[in-house]
């Protein structure tokens, strides 16, 4: 189910909402290079209005709270208290504000303690993602140099668009939401095909075969044969996290068409 | 259903799709197309596009002749040589008439009748084929003149100055990227003769992937000058192209065809599927080889098949079981050596399967394999050894075609008589010609 950080236009990364406006450069500079879009509040009601002027659902949200305790607490309030919570939220206190953390703990989702290493805002954002097991954009599935864009059912191979057929997609989309995990070809023949498939057990080895072919050579090997049991997408251990080993490469990059320079 | 138009339409959008062509096949499996615009698509996807059938042999009838072309949504594919700027998108029709009942004229629907009544049987049915064609200068399609193979390279060679070698790995290339797998390509024995074996698909994407992989041959080929040509024997004096086709048929995950104790690594079920082929052979000579030129290249000394019979490792056989490695009972197969690449595949395919099916129903038993090289044999020798002949000619074939009551429940009685009618005119017409042959050998003399 479409959480409100889930991206719904084409290729779009929704942005992190952060507290104060703006952000102190040292702090924001490395989100940015990460890949993150900032929209920055100075206020719960600068926030609420953004949301009322209907364009913007947040990837998660960065509050610190060192300046106003008080206005950082109440906006992590705002932005938990309601039917889909704004996750993952990062909460930056100062040292002697620690104990105010205190029966808040469903506020946040972590917090740090500044002053900080420029660095580590983007690696805790980043391993919170991590944690909570979904990319920032579920429409897009990505291996390596795969790419599935699940809500335009398109997929990508090394920036080739792949043209595949509609059950070669829903194959390939299964076992790339499964990564790592081998399926036997009755597994599959009854969770891809269901029960309109005619074509027997081999169907398929041979959709398989075919997806290889369009994959290339050179790619052909992400979907292996595990054998005398059935198939699997990339290596065994990949199992078990639900995207690529790289999580930061290009997964919360904007579209090279989008203005991050601008932004800076 | 809905999924699979969702998934078209989608693609349509993403991909900036303006043309898309709708394929169909006729009788004698030319392939057949129109073209719509998205806007149209999604209306063709959910009713079907109305045409007039009568202008497609073997579509006309008398009382109407408007039928209905239905998209397959599984075989929904961008062309790639189209480009990528306009790209357009194939997908293979089904026909039926106005009233939703599947059109009788219709390849397909012959095709998955037979494919139902082996499923029904507990039966998938697989099909290999190994597309042989030629490569010809275009200066060579003078009809009166023979054509001009563009290299003069033979069997499985490897030469720099191959001209037609860089153009087959491109068709393959081509054929890849379409999601047609390819075994392997190779030059085959004649000059310009080339050879490209499609991996194993169930039959009814095999019959869309050998009309897929034909026009692909021939549009690179056109591309780059060239003219292939599937004919089945274009040039006297050397080997015809045929499309020998690599059969089995499984149950589930098991090859219905192996049994690792057999001498012959066979099981009952693929005894009696030979035994219908060769039971049968003849009847269906008509449809595996259905010009006036197949029955150049089925003649002896080019190594197509003349008589009915099957052995193991012995290319002169109807039927041939290829050896299996040790360990791999699942590859087992038999090799039907008759069909040529010029047949329809959905016709050809249903009615190799319904002989082989016969087989399987009424148990026939299987005649002792043919060791020695047949072609060496006197026609004392075969009568003794009882093996029979293909027909010679496709008067002949047609003849056993009309006594065959399995063809007439194989292909329905509007395609059966169709064909019939349409291969008896089409031998009358040669039979009125004056050939190069006689004038050569009869002007002179008589």
Sequence with gaps: MPSQHLVKVAGRIAPLVCFPDPLPTEWARPLRDAGYELVCASSTAAVASLERSGEQSWA?????????????????????????????????????????????????????????HPGELAARIQHLFWRSGEPADQALVEHGPLVLNLETYQAGIAGRTL???????????????????????????????????????????????????KLGEEHAHLIQTVRSVGYRLGQAGWAGTPFSQEPEKGRHAPGADEPLAAER | MQDRRDYVLRT???????????????????PKTFNITPAELENALDEGMTFDGSAIDGFSRVQESDVLARPDANTFQL????????????????VFNLDQ???????????RRTLERASRAGYTFFASPEVEYFYFARTGTDPTRPPEPIDTGSYFDLTGADPSSD??????????????????????????????????????????TVMTARLVVKELARQDGVHASFMPKPLAGVQGSGMHTHLSLWEGERNAFSDPDDPYGLSAVAKHFIAG???????????????????????????????????????????????????????????????????????????VLAAGLRGIEERYELPP??????????????????????????????????????????????VFEWFLRNKRAEWSAYRAEVTPFELKRYLPVL
Aim: glycine share 4%; with cysteine; charged share 25%.
């Design chain 2, 167 to 208: 153009l087959r790995r491109r068709t393959v290339l081509t054929l890849e990227e379409m999601g047609i797998p390819v075994e392997h390509a190779q030059h085959e024995d004649a000059p310009g003769q080339q050879e490209i074996d499609l991996r194993y698909t169930d039959a009814l994407t095999m019959a869309d």
């Design chain 2, 369 to 414: 394999e043919a060791d020695a090289n047949l072609y060496d044999l006197s026609p004392e020798e075969l009568v003794a050894k009882s093996i029979g002949s293909l027909p010679v000619s496709l008067n002949d074939a047609v003849d056993e075609m009309e006594r065959s009551k399995l063809l007439l429940d194989t292909l329905g009685d509007h």
């Design chain 2, 79 to 94: 062309i790639p040589w189209h480009g990528h700027a306009e790209p357009v998108a194939r997908v293979f029709c089904d």
């Design chain 2, 12 to 30: 349509v959008e993403e991909r900036g799709i303006r043309f898309v062509q709708l394929w169909f096949t006729d009788v004698l499996g030319t």
């Design chain 1, 60 to 116: 998660g949200a960065v509050v610190c709270a060192t300046d106003d305790m008080a206005e950082a607490i109440a906006l992590c309030r705002y932005l938990r208290r309601r039917e889909e919570p704004v996750a993952p939220l990062l909460l930056i206190v100062a040292r002697h504000q620690v104990h105010e953390l205190r029966l808040r703990n469903d506020l946040f989702d972590d917090f740090c303690v500044a002053p900080l």
């Design chain 1, 163 to 213: 043209d595949l057929t509609y059950m070669e997609y829903q194959l390939l989309r299964f076992l790339a939401t499964h990564p790592g995990k081998v399926f036997t070809r009755e597994t599959l023949l009854n969770q891809v095909w269901g029960y309109e498939y005619y074509g027997g057990a081999r169907t398929v080895d041979v959709h398989v075969r075919r997806l290889r072919a």
């Design chain 2, 277 to 351: 082929l060769l039971h049968h052979a003849r009847e269906i000579t008509a449809i595996t080889n259905q010009w006036v030129n197949s029955y150049k290249r089925l003649v002896l000394g080019y190594e197509a098949p003349i008589h009915v019979s099957w052995a193991r490792n012995n290319r002169s056989a109807l039927v041939r079981v290829p050896v299996v490695k040790r360990g791999k009972s699942d590859s087992t197969r038999v090799e039907y050596r008759a069909p040529d690449s010029a047949c329809n595949p959905y016709l050809a395919f249903a009615v």
């Design chain 2, 101 to 111: 009942t599947p059109f009788e004229g219709c390849p397909r629907h012959a095709l």
